[in-house]
């Protein structure tokens, strides 16, 4: 699939591998560890981003993203618990277009949960930019709903992009209100990011996301095993 970024051309590969088997984010040396479903406490589950757009259509979506759906099902279902669908959404003219190609726009299929998840979500906040923690539905989940969980479980893509923005953000203002009951929590094979060779390099972007999240406080793990 084709698309252009600062007048370039850019080419997505689709996924060469199968699904059904133990998926990770595409990583040089995976060095997390899994955390038990019993060490979670009153957790919510972010699902940031795993939309068409970015998985099966689009000038920015690439195909292997999608091995991570299973994982992300797998979670939903042991867990149980609440949770929130992060969704690209677009005007078709916004600023971000500078930068990006149009996607996602409003109302487009490219804007809608993949197919896979969507019996899952619950509750869904669209945003017009990288960082969920800007969106003004997301505003509403500080102020009303977030004194009701521990655990902020955050899954999605991409790890480099909107993931890596988001966590970044909300620790952030954790620690400014000091909020120590609260924890993040990034699940590794529940992540993906996407793959342009000698442009963006999936293992490194992920590699270097995973440890900037490391560095500020985030707890990253390799999966929340039952």
């Known amino acids: 699939t084709y698309g252009s970024m600062g007048g370039a051309i850019i080419l997505f590969y689709p996924s060469t591998l199968f699904r059904g088997i133990y998926y990770m984010a595409r990583l040089e040396n995976n060095n997390y560890k899994p955390i038990q479903k019993n060490e979670l406490n009153d957790p919510v589950v972010f699902?940031?981003?795993m939309i068409k757009g970015f998985v099966n259509m689009g000038p920015l979506h690439d195909e292997v993203i999608g091995n991570v759906e299973e994982h992300i099902e797998k979670l939903l279902t042991s867990l149980d618990c609440n949770?929130?669908?992060?969704?690209d959404s677009h005007p078709p003219k916004t600023r971000e277009?500078?930068?990006f190609p149009t996607h996602c726009?409003?109302?487009s299929e490219e804007a809608e949960v993949v197919d896979s998840l969507k019996p899952f979500v619950k509750h869904v906040i669209k945003k017009n930019s990288?960082?969920?923690f800007m969106a003004p539905e997301f505003e509403e989940f500080l102020n009303s709903d977030l004194k009701y969980y521990r655990d902020i479980i955050v899954t999605g893509c991409c790890t480099d992009l909107c993931v890596l923005h988001f966590v970044l953000?909300?620790?952030t203002w954790l620690n400014e209100h000091n909020m120590n009951e609260y924890r993040i929590v990034v699940v590794e094979?529940?992540?993906e990011t996407y793959h342009i060779p000698e442009i963006h390099e999936a293992t490194f972007w992920n590699d270097v996301a995973f440890r900037m999240m490391e560095m500020n406080g985030i707890q990253v793990v390799s999966e929340v095993r039952e």
Request: glycine share 4%; charged share 5%; net charge negative.
């Open 47 to 49: 699902v940031v981003d």
């Open 83 to 87: 949770n929130v669908f992060v969704c």
């Open 97 to 99: 277009f500078n930068s």
């Open 105 to 107: 726009v409003i109302g």
């Open 130 to 132: 990288t960082n969920t």
């Open 169 to 171: 953000s909300l620790n």
């Open 189 to 191: 094979n529940c992540t």
